[in-house]
């Protein structure tokens, strides 16, 4: 073998060398990602924002696929554990979803019974009452004749129900109401259909004042507030300020 030969075999070595090492480069490279990767889950990313107390639906989320190392444990990888669900809290669009973001809906205790009234959309709701909110129910009564026939007496506002939980608010809807002036005047409204969870006597109250009252609206309580209104504030007349 001559020096050209033996230069030619010392360069086809080389090359073998350098393809190997580089053969083992890309190996190395791709055991690495591996690592960092691994296998895959499902999960789902919210679409859009959704209210806290909302009732959750397949078609506001979108399945994504992410490495298991990278997934929290509490993530949803179910779709199917939505269902008869509700947010918990404010969820906003493209945030993961986990299982400490929704919780089962409100139920009725032993003892309640679900009543629905329309509210009127302005005075009543200000879209911050949501299902699973604890709400006073007041009543505004115009005043009645006296037996003497001469003037009214006060007008009255009530609180009738107290630390009333709240089981599903509906959708605006146009309904008709009373004339403040004429009782036998209709007038066009704007309302939501509120559903509660009530004993049977507050139920009967309840339907009373969506009955005969002026009007009925409700103020958010903050939660083991509604129950200390003392019995000498549950009911107000204009003539208690003098």
Same mark, same amino acid.
């Given at each position: 073998?001559?020096?050209?030969?033996?230069?030619?075999?010392?360069?086809?070595?080389? =090359?073998?060398?350098?393809?190997? !090492?580089? /053969?083992? &480069?890309?190996?190395?490279?791709?055991?690495?990602?591996? $690592?960092?990767?691994?296998?895959?889950?499902?999960?789902?990313?919210?679409?859009?924002?959704?209210?806290?107390?909302?009732?959750?639906?397949?078609?506001?989320?979108?399945?994504?696929?992410?490495?298991?190392?990278?997934?929290?444990?509490?993530?949803?990888?179910?779709?199917?554990?939505?269902?008869?669900?509700?947010?918990?809290?404010?969820?906003?669009?493209?945030?993961?979803?986990?299982?400490?973001?929704?919780?089962?809906?409100?139920?009725?205790?032993?003892?309640?019974?679900?009543?629905?009234?329309?509210?009127?959309?302005?005075?009543?709701?200000?879209?911050?009452?949501?299902?699973? =909110?604890?709400?006073?129910?007041? !009543?505004? /009564?115009? &005043?009645?004749?006296?037996?003497?026939?001469?003037?009214? $007496?006060?007008?009255?506002?009530?609180?009738?129900?107290?630390?009333?939980?709240?089981?599903?608010?509906?959708?605006?809807?146009?309904?008709?109401?009373?004339?403040?002036?004429?009782?036998?005047?209709?007038?066009?409204?704007?309302?939501?259909?509120?559903?509660?969870?009530?004993?049977?006597?507050?139920?009967?109250?309840?339907?009373?004042?969506?009955?005969?009252?002026?009007?009925?609206?409700?103020?958010?309580?903050?939660?083991?507030?509604?129950?200390?209104?003392?019995?000498?504030?549950?009911?107000?007349?204009?003539?208690?300020?003098?």
């Amino acid at each position: 073998m001559n020096s050209r030969q033996r230069r030619g075999v010392v360069l086809l070595v080389v =090359s073998v060398l350098f393809a190997l !090492a580089a /053969f083992g &480069g890309v190996l190395a490279l791709i055991r690495d990602v591996e $690592s960092k990767v691994g296998p895959e889950s499902t999960a789902y990313k919210l679409k859009r924002d959704v209210a806290p107390y909302k009732e959750l639906s397949e078609e506001q989320f979108e399945k994504v696929t992410m490495p298991n190392r990278w997934l929290p444990g509490t993530a949803v990888t179910n779709i199917d554990d939505v269902r008869g669900k509700v947010a918990t809290n404010h969820l906003r669009k493209g945030s993961l979803l986990q299982t400490d973001m929704i919780a089962e809906r409100p139920e009725l205790e032993p003892g309640q019974q679900e009543i629905a009234i329309m509210i009127d959309a302005e005075t009543g709701v200000a879209g911050k009452i949501n299902s699973g =909110s604890r709400v006073n129910i007041f !009543a505004t /009564f115009e &005043g009645e004749q006296t037996a003497t026939g001469k003037g009214k $007496s006060p007008n009255q506002s009530k609180v009738i129900v107290s630390d009333a939980k709240v089981i599903d608010v509906g959708k605006l809807t146009p309904f008709k109401e009373s004339d403040d002036q004429d009782r036998s005047r209709l007038t066009d409204r704007d309302g939501v259909p509120i559903t509660f969870a009530l004993s049977t006597a507050d139920a009967q109250r309840v339907a009373y004042a969506e009955s005969f009252a002026e009007h009925v609206r409700l103020a958010l309580v903050a939660p083991g507030d509604g129950n200390d209104i003392p019995k000498s504030d549950r009911t107000y007349t204009l003539n208690g300020d003098d």
